[in-house]
């Protein structure tokens, strides 16, 4: 729902944006949009003025974090398999890998190996030049882009 901050009415009431515990949440650097992560094991690109879900990004896992790549149209999501079920499964199963996902696209783009169990939380550096992740394995990862990343063409061979 969206409120007048002024008088604490709510002005607008629109769809609901997961349908399950919302798990993170962060705005881009420009306040324009934000994306959400949910145990629904869906991501969501949302307009902020008028609260409008502008992408999805479904995965197989739910989802506890979700940040988004200054100066590249990327969108990074980690989760995995609920804690209490890892001991029965094998690593590769459990999904705890972090996901990059074309913003614009759509489409699961990479994904980074790294945990032994689900990712709590990812950041990534305001410069964009790396990211961190944090686990339930009680893991803090760094990872550095490499030159290809910066490289890369995300919109094929239209320059922006």
Known sequence: ALFDVVSGTEVLN???????????????????????????????????????????????????????????????????????????????QGKFETRFWHKIFEEEIGRVKGHFGPINTIAVHPAGTCYASGGEDGFLRVHHFDEFYFKAKPYGDLEI
């Not at 705005?27 to 324009?32: E, G, N, P």
């Not at 992560?37 to 197989?60: E, F, G, N, P, W």
């Not at 506890?64 to 094998?90: C, D, R, W």
């Open 14 to 92: 629109n769809e609901r944006a997961h349908m399950d515990q919302v798990t993170d949440l962060r705005l881009s650097l420009d306040r324009t949009y934000f994306v959400t992560s949910s145990k629904d094991k869906i991501a969501r690109l949302h307009d902020t003025k008028m609260l409008q879900v502008l992408k999805t990004y479904s995965t197989q896992t739910p989802l506890n974090s979700a940040a988004l790549a200054p100066n590249k149209p990327y969108i990074l999501i980690g989760g995995g398999q609920e804690a209490m079920q890892v001991t029965t499964t094998s690593l590769r």
